[in-house]
């Protein structure tokens, strides 16, 4: 996928009758309600910042678009038309649930030059969806990526970490499953727990145990690892921060750190550098890491905590990174001297 920005517009639950467990789009998002009228208001001013040097894709999501009143939907993609036509932007962006797809939407949406498809998959494991109400099945997400794949759009794969009856391998089987379905990129959600949803009633009462951020790092790597193999695009780790997860108000629990994405991306590279070390003889010598110049923060770790580890755990004298224009992002060579 070729770099571009988004300018997000937030529907917050508008469109969804389910009541997921995990769900408070008004806390998520920062917004409270929906005005439609206000759309404009809010695109005027984002494209008056926005950078032009990179394609820009308005994007709506937040509830699930194809699922709102049809004549909001249709006025918001017509909307979006608009700056489209006046040059302003490249495409329009959705996001959706899988059970709210279907050839009649996808034709609309296709008329109306929407470019990509961001599908909310959670889970693939039956029991995940089913803990955490989802509405719809694994069957759903399969039957509505075939639909998409069918068409010209790009689509990508939301899935959360730390949903209940969720395990690792249950996670791990998901991400496997977004790429064997086709998916042109993903997302990566560690779960937040929220105050005032049934999630938090849950860990209330001890139904569900909340993520720590440790647990969260590891899991959310463990999947990474899936995508990055698969050589899938990852475009985000974590929810985008808003006022309230900046401040931890309404938060009650869970995977959220501000710097949650930078952490998992260095808990990825740390496990690949302990593969690559299996069998070689590491103790008293310095590991020479070369990697892509902007790498090199996710590669030392937070407060370097990676070269730390790897130096206890390998018993090294040292660990050196080196910058290389040469190397291909999130990639590494290294020696022991």
Do not use: W
């Amino acid at each position: 996928m070729k770099k571009h920005a988004n300018i997000p517009i937030f529907i917050p639950h508008v469109g969804c009758p389910n009541d997921c467990v995990f769900c408070n789009q008004r806390k998520i998002s920062g917004h409270t309600h929906f005005d439609r009228e206000s759309v404009r208001g809010e695109l005027d001013e984002a494209f008056s910042t926005v950078r032009r040097d990179i394609p820009i894709q308005i994007a709506y999501f937040g509830g699930s678009f194809t699922g709102i009143d049809r004549e909001d939907m249709c006025y918001l993609l017509s909307l979006a038309n608009e700056y489209i036509d006046a040059g302003k932007c490249e495409s329009i962006r959705i996001s959706t649930r899988p059970d709210y797809i279907n050839r009649e939407i996808l034709d609309i949406l296709q008329e109306n030059r929407v470019k990509t498809i961001e599908i909310g998959v959670q889970s693939m494991d039956e029991r995940v969806l089913s803990a955490s109400r989802r509405g719809h099945t694994a069957s759903d997400t399969e039957r509505a990526f075939s639909l998409i794949k069918s068409y010209d759009f790009e689509l990508i794969g939301q899935m959360m970490t730390g949903l209940p009856a969720s395990t690792e391998e249950t996670e791990v089987m998901t991400a496997e499953r977004i790429c064997e379905m086709g998916a042109d990129g993903a997302r990566i959600y560690p779960t937040v727990v929220f105050c005032d949803t049934a999630l938090h009633d849950m860990a209330l009462c001890g139904e569900y145990q909340p993520l720590t951020t440790e647990t969260a790092v590891e899991r959310t790597a463990a999947v990474l690892s899936v995508f990055m193999k698969q050589g899938i695009p990852v475009i985000r780790v974590g929810l985008q921060a808003s006022e309230i997860l900046t401040t931890g108000e309404g938060v009650f629990g869970g995977g959220y750190h501000p710097a949650i994405g930078e952490m998992v991306y260095a808990r990825y590279h740390r496990l690949e550098i302990e593969r690559a070390l299996q069998g070689e003889k590491t103790a008293g010598k310095v590991l020479v890491l070369r990697v892509f110049p902007t790498d090199i923060s996710a590669f030392i770790g937070q407060k370097g905590e990676n070269r730390r580890h790897l130096t206890e755990k390998f018993a090294l004298r040292g660990v050196k990174i080196i910058p290389d224009e040469a190397m291909e992002k999130y990639k590494f060579t290294f020696s022991l001297i």
